[in-house]
């Protein structure tokens, strides 16, 4: 597990046919870490990392070679509540890393927002 220090940064945030949480420390550039590795970094409970697991799925299950033009979620509002989801997600994830990890929350790449306790 890596020491878990102020520079350790765990942002959870959705690409295609990657893991869900990017982990940085200090100067270093993201890496993408998939839900079944994240204990390398920082242990979180099973239930939260679940339901990660299953956010992610929501988007990744998406995704149609064929139709490429079309992946994603379509209805507004259903892509609204998962926005919202993992924010609330991010906000868990804080809670159980404490102060000393910074948690970041950015849906689908955009600006990251940083998660306070």
Same mark, same amino acid.
């Given at each position: 597990?890596?020491?878990?220090?102020?520079?350790?940064?765990?942002?959870?945030?959705?690409?295609?046919?990657?893991?869900?949480?990017?982990?940085?420390?200090?100067?270093?550039?993201?890496?993408?870490? $998939?839900v079944d590795d994240l204990w390398e970094v920082?242990?979180?409970?099973? @239930?939260?990392?679940?339901? #990660? !697991?299953?956010?992610d799925d929501r988007m990744q299950s998406t995704?149609? $070679?064929?139709?490429?033009?079309?992946i994603g979620i379509r209805d507004p509002v @259903?892509?609204?509540?998962? #926005? !919202?989801?993992?924010?609330?997600?991010?906000?868990?994830?804080?809670?159980?890393?404490?102060?000393?990890?910074?948690?970041?929350?950015?849906?689908?790449?955009?600006?990251?927002? #940083?998660?306070?306790?």
């Amino acid at each position: 597990m890596t020491d878990t220090s102020s520079d350790l940064v765990i942002m959870l945030q959705f690409d295609w046919g990657t893991g869900p949480f990017w982990v940085s420390v200090g100067d270093d550039i993201p890496y993408d870490v $998939d839900v079944d590795d994240l204990w390398e970094v920082v242990v979180l409970s099973d @239930e939260l990392l679940a339901a #990660v !697991a299953e956010w992610d799925d929501r988007m990744q299950s998406t995704y149609n $070679d064929e139709t490429p033009q079309d992946i994603g979620i379509r209805d507004p509002v @259903e892509e609204a509540k998962w #926005v !919202a989801d993992g924010r609330d997600l991010a906000r868990r994830m804080k809670g159980e890393v404490g102060p000393r990890v910074r948690v970041e929350y950015s849906a689908l790449g955009d600006t990251p927002e #940083v998660i306070e306790a």
